[in-house]
C-alpha cells in the first residue's frame, strides 16, 4: 500500500536552478495540495487542487507552480531557486468530493536546501 | 486574521495525563483537526471535533467549545512513543485547513 509518494525524499540545490517534486497518490483522492514546514510556523498551503485539471493558489504561492493533469499525479516546480524556499515540502490528499474534509494524507516529505 | 495558538513545548511523564489547548480565531468553522506528527515524519490523522463536547479514541481525547474558540487534546497513560508534535488545525469557512505551529510533547521515563 503505497498511499501518497513523494521524490526526491532530500535535495540541495543552486539558487537560480529549476525543481519539480514529485507528488503521486493511488488512493484516487480528488483533492491535492502542496504544504511547506518551517521551524516555528505551522503548515502553509502553497497550492491545492480540489479535483484533476484544476488548481488554486494558497497562502504562499509566490515561486511555485503546479498542475494536476490526471487525478494521482500532482508536481510541484520551483521555476528558479531561492534560499527562502528552503523548507520541507509536504504533498497531501484527501478523500473530499470537490471539497477539502480536513482528513489529509500526507507524503513523507521532500526536503529542500536552496544555496 | 486567523490565528491559531499552542503552546510550543509541553513536558510529561510516562504513564501520567497530558492536555494539549489549542485556540483559534478564524472565518468561519467547518471542524477542528488534531493531527501527530513524529520528528523527520509526516502528520498523522489523530482526531476530529466539529460539535461541542468530548471526542474519545482509546488513550486520546479531543475535546471542542465553539463558543469559546477552545479545544484540546488529551493523552491518557502516555507513553515514550507519544513523543511527537501534536499540530491543531481548523476548516474555515471556505473549506481550508488553517494549521497552528504544533506542540512539541516530549515525554520524560
Known amino acids: 500500500i503505497a498511499g501518497i509518494t513523494q521524490a526526491p525524499t532530500s535535495q540541495i540545490l543552486a539558487a537560480g536552478r529549476r525543481m519539480t517534486l514529485r507528488c503521486t497518490q493511488d488512493?484516487?483522492?480528488?483533492?491535492m495540495y502542496w504544504y511547506r514546514q518551517d521551524l516555528g510556523l505551522g503548515l502553509r498551503l502553497i497550492h491545492y487542487?480540489?479535483?484533476?485539471?484544476?488548481?488554486g493558489k494558497g497562502e504562499v504561492p509566490d515561486g511555485y507552480s503546479v498542475s494536476r493533469a490526471n487525478t494521482d499525479d500532482f508536481p510541484l516546480t520551483l521555476a528558479s531557486a531561492v534560499p527562502s524556499q528552503t523548507s520541507v515540502y509536504f504533498c497531501?490528499?484527501?478523500?473530499?468530493?470537490?471539497?477539502?474534509?480536513?482528513?489529509?494524507?500526507f507524503g513523507e516529505g521532500s526536503r529542500l536546501t536552496v544555496l | 486574521g486567523q490565528n491559531i495558538d499552542q503552546p510550543t513545548e509541553m513536558t510529561a511523564t510516562e504513564g501520567a495525563i497530558v492536555q494539549i489547548n489549542c485556540t483559534y480565531q478564524t472565518s468561519g468553522f467547518n471542524g477542528l483537526f488534531w493531527y501527530q506528527q513524529h520528528a523527520g515524519e509526516a502528520p498523522t490523522f489523530l482526531s476530529y471535533n466539529v460539535l461541542d463536547g468530548l471526542e474519545e479514541k482509546g488513550r486520546f481525547s479531543s475535546f471542542l467549545s465553539r463558543s469559546k474558540g477552545y479545544s484540546y487534546l488529551l493523552l491518557k497513560e502516555l507513553q515514550m512513543k507519544d513523543s511527537a508534535s501534536y499540530l491543531c488545525a481548523v476548516l474555515d469557512s471556505n473549506y481550508q485547513l488553517i494549521w497552528g505551529a504544533g506542540t512539541k510533547l516530549i515525554i520524560k521515563p
Open positions: 487542487s480540489n479535483t484533476a485539471g484544476t488548481t
Open positions: 488512493m484516487r483522492h480528488n483533492a
Open positions: 497531501a490528499s484527501s478523500d473530499g468530493s470537490g471539497g477539502n474534509t480536513g482528513e489529509l494524507f
